[in-house]
């Protein structure tokens, strides 16, 4: 069965932190990975990682994909209290299924 | 643009009664997929179509829970009867193919009592 993993589960942290969420997966016929940031409302799409190794990068979020370890982390550089939310995580299997399996989530808290 | 339109935002029912969800997908978009968000299970695919075709069920819980796409632009997810175990965030996504990832709706907040 198709799996997810992230880890922690829950991080609370100060403005100005350094943080890296987890994801680990098992997936038949891996072909990518995403991540998305969910406040309020519905998940918005921030990465997608298909080659390992190779960093992504949008201001001060970050990610890379590692195919040998089967994971990838998410980094958030000097944290704002806009940065509190839940983060998913979702692998993406290869041989025409589109559907995503998705990682139960790392909720962020950044306190000011 | 219009992003996905999902209605109604918040629905609180009793138990026994019908459900009905429903969602317009993003114009252009060909995969539609139902999901179901809760605290303890986190964000589950019950069943996504393509062209309008239901691909892969499996995730549907039992017969209680059915979709329809009847055509490219809207899709409805229903229960019947419900129960208070269905009370969960129901959210609809689109897309065309996965190269950006899926466009969710805001959701559907359902309480069954």
């Known amino acids: 069965e198709d799996k997810v993993v992230q880890s922690p589960l829950s ?3 100060h403005e100005g932190d350094t943080v890296t969420l987890n994801c680990s997966y098992e997936v038949t016929n891996f072909r990518s990975l995403l991540w ?9 799409f921030l990465f997608m990682l298909t080659s390992s190794g ?3 990068k949008s201001g001060r979020l970050s990610s890379i994909l590692d195919k040998k370890e ?8 000097a944290t704002q209290t806009g940065d509190s939310a839940i983060y998913l995580c979702a692998a993406l299997a290869q041989g025409g299924s589109e559907k995503l399996v998705f990682g ?3 909720k962020l808290t950044v306190n000011p | 643009d219009a992003g996905v339109i999902q209605s109604p935002r918040h629905e609180v029912t009793e138990m026994g009664q019908e459900v009905t ?5 993003i114009s252009g978009h060909n995969s539609l997929f139902w999901y179901r968000q809760t605290m303890m299970r986190g964000l589950e695919l019950l069943i996504y179509f393509n062209n309008n075709v239901p691909i892969d069920d499996s995730g549907m819980p039992e017969d209680r829970f059915s979709a329809k796409m009847p055509n490219a632009s809207f899709s409805t997810l229903k229960i019947q ?10 959210f609809c996504a689109s897309s065309f193919g996965v190269r950006q990832g899926e466009h969710f709706g805001d959701g559907t907040r359902l309480s069954i009592l």
């Open chain 1, 104 to 106: 139960k989530g790392t």
């Open chain 1, 54 to 56: 190779i960093e992504k």
């Open chain 2, 21 to 25: 969800l429903r969602c317009k997908p």
């Open chain 1, 11 to 13: 991080l609370v942290v």
């Open chain 1, 70 to 77: 089967l994971s990838s982390i998410l980094n958030i550089t």
């Open chain 1, 36 to 44: 998305y940031k969910q406040e309020k409302k519905a998940p918005t």
């Open chain 2, 81 to 90: 009867p419900s129960e208070p175990r269905d009370s969960a965030v129901y």
